[in-house]
Structure formats: structure tokens, C-alpha cells
T-cell receptor, first 119, second 115 residues
Framework: GAVVSQHPSRVICKSGTSVKIECRSL??????MFWYRQFPKQSLMLMAT?????????EQGVEKDKFLINHASLTLSTLTVTSAHPEDSSFYIC???????????????FGPGTRLTVT | AQSVAQPEDQVNVAEGNPLTVKCTYS??????LFWYVQYPNRGLQFLLK??????LVKGSYGFEAEFNKSQTSFHLKKPSALVSDSALYFC?????????????FGSGTRLSIRP
């Protein structure tokens, strides 16, 4: 099956610094990628949807200037948490939808997640 | 707008007994429904999905789910629970008629299987 990877799997950074998380579709092309955030013992909350070559669409309440998303190619999307603070500590999961076939028939695959800890 | 609800935060079942994890949904168009499982500090693992066809969907690890359009439900079931089934389960929905076509997750149900 299709594989989505994330790098790094864990990152610890100091408050005020920026952190970049990469999401790659390894064996398929993804026109659309999604970024989710999961706090401990909570559900996955969709942060934003990105389409290759265009600006990301952010969900209500998500600061686009703080969570910068770049989807420069059909296999790579990045999430940059700018000026991170302890409250940004969370589990970030990306998801990629394959571009093959009809839009609503295409599968959505999830990465293994990145644990961000801001000290 | 689409939404999905999992009314139970936790479900406790004895090993060998049948289990059910409940899920109800709301969409404006036709629903695509999913179940995922998450083990501690891990990403999501896909269990099964309903798009069209038979209302009873069979998935991984012996799980199945029944789509009930009149009750807008998609409960996850397994005839005989294993201790290794203990994990966090998420129901999710995608609205076929939505241009955004994004997967929205329920709040999750923690399944605990006692030996």
C-alpha cells in the first residue's frame, strides 16, 4: 500500500525557535495533503489542507502565520511552526491523498506523526 | 458541514466477548465512512471503510462495521475481542459532495480488553 513518511519523528525545541516538519508520499503523487494536530488523549483536529502549487486552506482558529505550510511538489509538504511556544507541543500528523482516479475515490493515507515538544 | 460523534469515551470488554464501538455521523451529501486505530505514540492505522455497496464492511484484524443510513450510524464490531485490540479507535467521515473533501475525525473511543 501507499506510504507516507514524516520527518522528524520527534523533535524538542526551545521556546521562540521555529521547527519544520516534512511529510512525503513515498510511492505515489499527492495533489492534496492535510495536516492534523492531536493533543494528548484527544482526537485529531484538522489544521489545514494544502494543494500542490497553491496556498493552504486553514481551518477556523488556526493561525496561518504561525503554522506555515508549503506544498511545493507532488510528494512533499512541510509544516513550519514559527516562534514555537510550549502550548504548541503536540503530535502532528500529515495525510496525503493520491492524485490518481476520481477525487472522491482516491485514498487518503496517514503519516506516522511527529511529536513536538517545546521547552 | 460534516461531523462525526463517538458517544463513548471508553469501552471495556472481557477477552473473548463481542465488542461494539459506536459512531454516528452527519453529512450533507453521501458519506464516506472510516475506522482507524491508534496505538500509543503511533500514527493511525486504517481498519476499514464504507463508500458504497454492502452495508456490512469487513476490515483488518477481524473487525467489521455496519452502515445504517436511517440511523446515520457506522458502529465498529468484532465477534470476539482480544487483549491486543486495546487501543484508541477513531471513526471518521468524508463528505462526498463537499468540494473540500476532507476527513473529519470523531473524538475517539478507548477500547480496553481485560484478560
Amino acid at each position: 500500500g501507499a506510504v507516507v513518511s514524516q520527518h522528524p519523528s520527534r523533535v524538542i525545541c526551545k521556546s521562540g525557535t521555529s521547527v519544520k516538519i516534512e511529510c512525503r508520499s513515498l510511492d505515489f503523487q499527492a495533489t492534496t495533503m492535510f495536516w492534523y494536530r492531536q493533543f494528548p488523549k484527544q482526537s485529531l483536529m484538522l489544521m489545514a489542507t494544502s494543494n500542490e502549487g497553491s496556498k493552504a486552506t486553514y481551518e477556523q482558529g488556526v493561525e496561518k502565520d504561525k503554522f506555515l505550510i508549503n506544498h511545493a511538489s507532488l510528494t512533499l509538504s512541510t509544516l513550519t511552526v514559527t516562534s514555537a511556544h510550549p502550548e504548541d507541543s503536540s503530535f502532528y500528523i500529515c495525510s496525503a491523498r493520491s492524485s490518481g482516479g476520481a477525487q472522491f475515490q482516491s485514498e487518503q493515507y496517514f503519516g506516522p506523526g511527529t511529536r513536538l515538544t517545546v521547552t | 458541514a460534516q461531523s462525526v460523534a463517538q458517544p463513548e469515551d471508553q469501552v471495556n470488554v472481557a477477552e473473548g466477548n463481542p465488542l461494539t464501538v459506536k459512531c454516528t455521523y452527519s453529512v450533507s451529501g453521501n458519506p464516506y465512512l472510516f475506522w482507524y486505530v491508534q496505538y500509543p505514540n503511533r500514527g493511525l492505522q486504517f481498519l476499514l471503510k464504507y463508500i458504497t455497496g454492502d452495508n456490512l464492511v469487513k476490515g483488518s484484524y477481524g473487525f467489521e462495521a455496519e452502515f445504517n443510513k436511517s440511523q446515520t450510524s457506522f458502529h465498529l464490531k468484532k465477534p470476539s475481542a482480544l487483549v491486543s485490540d486495546s487501543a484508541l479507535y477513531f471513526c471518521a467521515v468524508r463528505d462526498e459532495d463537499s468540494s473540500a473533501s476532507k476527513i473529519i475525525f470523531g473524538s475517539g473511543t478507548r477500547l480496553s480488553i481485560r484478560p
